[in-house]
């Protein structure tokens, strides 16, 4: 048979496409009518799409539609709507007097969600993402400051930070006293027994005795007579049983020795105002703020 001759199916006298398998032919049944209009429908919704939204690449850009939509311009959109939103809430909290923001739910729970996020992104990587600190970073959410623990002072140590690089930072150096030939190795075990008591820990009595006129001589200016620590020198209270730089008589020992203070980055410059004072806010509400 011939290419070009057609062959009608004898049971449904429908065309056959000349297709055969051993013996079964396949007939050319025409499309479903609503098949062939919905790929019509399509063919031309695709036209519009092309005419109305950026669609076609072009060597250096693409067409960009009539309609001129950009989910860039959307996302900016977007952006300064939450940033206005924003700028409403930093003027309340820059407006109200820091100790009077907690007596504004509505701004308190703004400032919580927003200081919570800061937090997590600026703050986390030293102090934990539940503030809980590490060896040598401080835990925020104990009673125990360094550096007090009213709004203002945190707000403070947060705008300056700690031995940073910011010109009003707070700053304080406790001696090397041992790399520094200021005491000998057999001082400072005395006074590790020294502080041990102090904290009421075990301790070798006769041996803490001996260190009570070293300590009073060396470190009592900083931490005080009875060991309470002083916020003004970040010198951290000795009786409290909680250490920043480990705890135990070999830690005690070594940081007598050679402890190495802590460098906390001073935030003025980094982040806005209303940032800061909400994480000061932020930190003070952890448990400990006084
Ligand atoms: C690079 C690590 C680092 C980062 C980041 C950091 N801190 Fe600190 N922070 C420290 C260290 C270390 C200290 C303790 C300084 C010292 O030993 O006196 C400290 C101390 C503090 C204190 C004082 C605690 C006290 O007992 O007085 C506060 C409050 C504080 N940080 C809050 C923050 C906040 C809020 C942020 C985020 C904006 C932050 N820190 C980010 C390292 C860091
Ligand atoms: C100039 C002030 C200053 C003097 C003097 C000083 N210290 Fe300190 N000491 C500090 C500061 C500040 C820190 C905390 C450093 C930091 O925050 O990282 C500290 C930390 C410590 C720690 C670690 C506390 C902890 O929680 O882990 C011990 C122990 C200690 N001092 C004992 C002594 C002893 C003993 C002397 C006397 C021989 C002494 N210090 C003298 C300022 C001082």
Known sequence: MADNQKEIDEHSGVDTTGHEWDGIKELNNPLPKWWVYTFYITCI?????????????????????????SQRQVVADEIAAANAKKAVWADRLMSTPLEKVSDDPQLMTYVMSAAGTSFGDNCATCHGTGAQGSKGYPNLNDDDWLWGGTLEEIQTTIQYGIRSEHEETRYSEMPFFVKDGLLERDQVRALAEYVLALSGEDHDAALAASAAETYEFECASCHMEDGAGDIFVGAPNLK??????????????????????????????????????????????????Q
């Open 45 to 69: 919704w695709a036209v519009l799409y092309w005419i109305a939204m950026p669609a076609i690449p072009l060597a250096s850009s693409y067409t960009k539609g009539v309609l001129g939509y």
């Open 240 to 289: 409290d049983k909680i250490w920043l730089h480990g705890e135990g008589r070999d830690a005690i020992i070594k940081n007598i020795g050679y402890m190495k203070a802590g460098v906390m980055p001073a935030w003025k410059d980094r982040l806005d105002e209303a940032t800061i004072r909400s994480l000061a806010i932020y930190v003070h509400s952890l448990g400990g703020g």
